[in-house]
């Protein structure tokens, strides 16, 4: 029925939750995905097979060189965290961008208690009774595998602006012209993709 001779071995870095793990390495703090890329590794780290059974995604980081990768994440979101964080000896006022960066700070420093805390695998977790700086209401969506959109930790403006330039750079080699259908201006071009 199955031929062994066929069966290659798997390389453990291809599983899922240390390419993005890879990813994370990677992808620059500015980007305005990034509350999402983590979103999608924590789903596979916390991820449970059946709501009564205990996550096992920390056992995925005990190897030597996976701990140097679990570190290495730990300090990004750390930095990330502190990138965005609010200055509170500022004098300047207070924007809705500041209010937003320092959600988004919130949100890297509860991700980098989540990297540490093993505890937060256990089947019997009571997500409402976490400290806030756990996030617990982003860890028990995760945890519960809701697909929950953080609409509330992207910047769609500022992601709207990157596209809209992506799509204006891509339609010079194109030779197209390109106008945005945000705007709801009379001269769009509705054929422009």
Same mark, same amino acid.
């Given at each position: 029925?199955l ?5 290659t071995g798997?390389?453990i870095?291809?599983l899922a939750?240390y390419?993005?793990g890879?990813?994370l ?5 500015e980007h305005p995905?990034?509350p999402?890329?983590w979103?999608?590794?924590f789903?596979?780290?916390? =991820?449970r097979?059946t709501?009564?059974?205990a996550g096992v ?5 005990q %190897?030597?060189?996976?701990?140097r ?5 730990k300090?990004?979101?750390l930095?990330?965290a502190k =990138?965005?964080?609010?200055d509170e ?6 924007t809705e %961008?500041? /209010? ?6 919130h ?5 980098s208690?989540w990297?540490?805390e093993t505890?937060l695998?256990?089947?019997?977790l009571c997500?409402? %009774?976490l400290?806030?700086q756990y996030?617990?209401?982003?860890? %028990?969506?995760?945890i ?8 509330d930790?992207?910047n769609?403006?500022r992601?709207?602006?990157?596209i809209?330039?992506d799509?204006t750079e ?7 012209k390109y ?5 709801n ?7 422009c /993709?």
């Amino acid at each position: 029925l199955l031929n062994t001779e066929e069966i290659t071995g798997i390389n453990i870095s291809n599983l899922a939750i240390y390419r993005w793990g890879t990813l994370l390495q990677c992808v620059p703090m500015e980007h305005p995905l990034l509350p999402y890329a983590w979103r999608e590794f924590f789903t596979l780290y916390f =991820h449970r097979i059946t709501p009564e059974m205990a996550g096992v995604g920390y056992r995925y980081y005990q %190897g030597i060189l996976q701990v140097r990768d679990l570190r290495a994440m730990k300090q990004i979101l750390l930095d990330t965290a502190k =990138h965005f964080e609010l200055d509170e000896d500022s004098e300047e006022e207070i924007t809705e %961008g500041m /209010l937003f960066e320092s959600r988004l700070s919130h949100l890297f420093l509860s991700m980098s208690l989540w990297t540490e805390e093993t505890r937060l695998h256990e089947a019997n977790l009571c997500v409402q %009774g976490l400290p806030r700086q756990y996030s617990g209401e982003k860890l %028990g969506d995760i945890i519960q595998n809701k697909d929950v959109p953080w609409d509330d930790m992207v910047n769609v403006s500022r992601l709207d602006a990157e596209i809209s330039g992506d799509v204006t750079e891509w339609s010079k080699y194109a030779g197209r012209k390109y106008v945005s259908r945000r705007t709801n201006k009379p001269d769009e071009t509705a054929d422009c /993709l």
